[in-house]
């Protein structure tokens, strides 16, 4: 059983940046493939960004150029947030799955779901 431990959510003004950190419990196997997630009330969850086990990254259009995600080791994901919009506003969720290479893109898209999610962390961007 993995464990996903998310951090750094915050209330900031536009343009602000916050940096928000997803800790995996086990050895890494079972945390290879991990991305951010974000739901604002009344809305459907979206994917934020995504990497897999080789590195490769992906992002939703709304955040290109504004976001940054990395991970540290097999079990510490980060994702950099600049340029905070009041539309970034939502609580966020890392996610986590096992998975095999050039998996990423399967994650991305929805063919394969994470199985392991963390608590949420909320994210307030004022105008």
């Known amino acids: 059983q993995v464990q996903l431990v998310d951090s750094g959510g915050g209330s900031v003004q536009a343009g602000g940046s916050l940096r928000l950190s997803c800790v995996a419990s086990g050895d890494g196997d079972s945390s290879a493939c991990m991305g951010w997630f974000r739901q604002a009330p009344g809305k459907e969850r979206e994917g934020v960004a995504a990497i897999d086990r080789d590195g490769t990254t992906f992002y939703a259009d709304s955040v290109k150029g504004r976001f940054t995600i990395s991970k540290e080791s097999k079990n510490t994901l980060y994702l950099q947030m600049n340029s905070l919009k009041p539309e970034d506003t939502a609580m966020y969720y890392c996610?986590?799955?096992?998975?095999?290479?050039?998996?990423?893109?399967?994650?991305?898209?929805?063919?394969?779901?994470?199985?392991?999610w963390s608590q949420g962390t909320q994210v307030t961007v004022s105008s």
């Open positions: 996610a986590a799955e096992r998975c095999g290479p050039g998996a990423g893109s399967l994650f991305w898209t929805g063919k394969y779901q994470y199985y392991y």
